[in-house]
């Protein structure tokens, strides 16, 4: 029905009086003319087919600590908050001189629990990663990964009790930008006594927010991690993202973003996920782990999903609209189109005069969201702005974007190296072999 709405002219009319005086070779008694290619397949349970995926859980209120701020918070392109809430988690402990901190930003699906922990048994979205002896050893690192301001797993976002109305924000809530969500992130550091982060590290939209607070803030992080992320959103992305939001925002059950005492646009959320994760992987992958292979070889064909690979996109959507708020996907993804690094600047080179520290960049080689060129081009415009300890790592792995919550071998090993060595030049590139 929805998609009858809004494509109603390619929708074929079946139930009109057939023309007995049509030419044909066939007897009209001997046609099936009964169309079938609408009929159901639910019969198919969705699966998300053998292969690794990353895990997002939804989370209770006592999962997480909430930080708290009561004073009003002003965004970049107008508006402001009269408070806000951050949901936080932690692992390791912050020593003495709290000068262990790792600040772990998140993409945008995920939410804070990247590790298991005390109040969560439930692996988090990077369990492999984190903890004594791996790539971020909580026997010498404080790891803190914060849900975003803006999304809608305990921060403040659109779908948060606005404390005037005593509603949901809705759209009523502000633009945002990668630099209030940094910002707000700060807050929190001011909050546990933080002066100085011995990383920010950060893939995707998190890489975004990690480049940042190394130039927002140059004296309160010592190194900076980036993966699979850009300086600036190009044309491609950004397109990609259009057309999530525009999937959700022609869903007539989103109202114009007032849509909390409803289901909410469950099928333009749906949509939009499913666009995001054919960005999310790599064709490669998707040939060795899918290839043409039917769901199954006994009922007849309809334009319903025939292939595994479809009935994949259609497990991913399912499964995301269980979790995530329709409006803090717009909002979020909005912010990732409007970040550009070089805003306000002569060029690229010159803004990042002040990201002065270690820098580790790394991308992967089958990165359609977020082209491994991108990545490239960040390690040079931080090189040739003066900065001399700038290392690259490139990978060919088979898991596209993903790569960064999947490839432990790759991302594990460079993390862990960069993160407890002191630098002292710069980086050479290198590239793994496809995992």
């Given at each position: ?12 009319q ?22 079938k ?24 209120d ?13 965004f ?25 901190a ?18 969560n ?40 009790i ?11 809530f ?10 707000a ?31 927002k ?17 190009e ?16 869903d ?32 490669p ?16 064909v ?60 790394m ?43 999947l ?29």
């Amino acid at each position: 029905m929805f998609i009858k709405r809004i494509f109603p002219r390619f929708i074929p009319q079946f139930n009109t009086v057939r023309d007995s005086s049509r030419s044909t070779n066939v007897p009209l008694e001997d046609l099936d003319l009964e169309f079938k290619g609408l009929e159901s397949v639910v019969k198919n349970p969705l699966t998300k087919t053998n292969g690794p995926d990353p895990i997002y859980l939804k989370l209770r209120d006592d999962m997480y600590n909430i930080f708290y701020h009561d004073k009003k918070f002003n965004f970049k392109l107008g508006g402001a908050l009269p408070e806000l809430r951050l949901a936080y988690e932690t692992w390791g402990n912050l020593n003495k001189e709290k000068d262990n901190a790792i600040l772990l930003f998140t993409g945008l699906s995920a939410n804070s629990h990247a590790k298991q922990n005390v109040n969560n048994l439930n692996p988090g979205w990077w369990e492999d990663f984190i903890g004594e002896k791996m790539a971020i050893d909580t026997e010498k690192f404080f790891v803190i990964c914060v849900n975003h301001l803006g999304s809608c797993f305990g921060s403040t976002g659109p779908s948060s009790i606005s404390p005037v109305t005593k509603e949901p924000y809705g759209t009523n809530f502000p633009l945002l930008t990668v630099h209030d969500m940094v910002r707000a992130q700060f807050l929190l550091l001011d909050y546990l006594g933080i002066e100085k982060l011995h990383a920010s590290v950060g893939s995707s939209l998190g890489g975004m927010c990690s480049l940042l607070s190394g130039l927002k803030y140059p004296s309160r992080v010592s190194k900076v991690i980036a993966i699979s992320t850009c300086a600036r959103a190009e044309p491609s992305s950004i397109a990609m993202r259009y057309l999530q939001r525009k999937a959700i925002m022609l869903d007539p059950q989103w109202n114009k973003g007032f849509y909390y005492d409803s289901p909410g646009p469950v099928n333009g959320l749906r949509l939009a996920r499913e666009i995001a994760t054919v960005t999310y992987r790599s064709g490669p992958e998707w040939k060795q782990r899918f290839g043409r292979k039917k769901i199954n070889s006994i009922d007849p064909v309809t334009l319903n999903p025939s292939f595994e690979i479809e009935n994949y996109l259609n497990y991913q959507g399912e499964a995301f609209i269980t979790k995530y708020d329709p409006n803090s996907l717009l909002y979020l993804s909005k912010a990732m189109d409007l970040f550009d690094l070089s805003e306000g600047c002569e060029n690229m080179v010159d803004a990042f005069q002040h990201l002065t520290c270690p820098v580790l960049i790394m991308g992967s080689q089958t990165d359609i969201l977020f082209p491994v060129e991108q990545q490239r081009d960040l390690s040079k415009w931080i090189k040739q702005s003066g900065n001399s300890q700038v290392s690259y790592f490139e990978m060919d792995s088979l898991y596209g974007h993903d790569t960064f919550l999947l490839n432990l071998n790759d991302v594990g090993t460079a993390l862990k190296g960069f993160l407890e060595t002191k630098m002292a030049k710069s980086g050479e590139i290198s590239k793994s072999k496809r995992k």
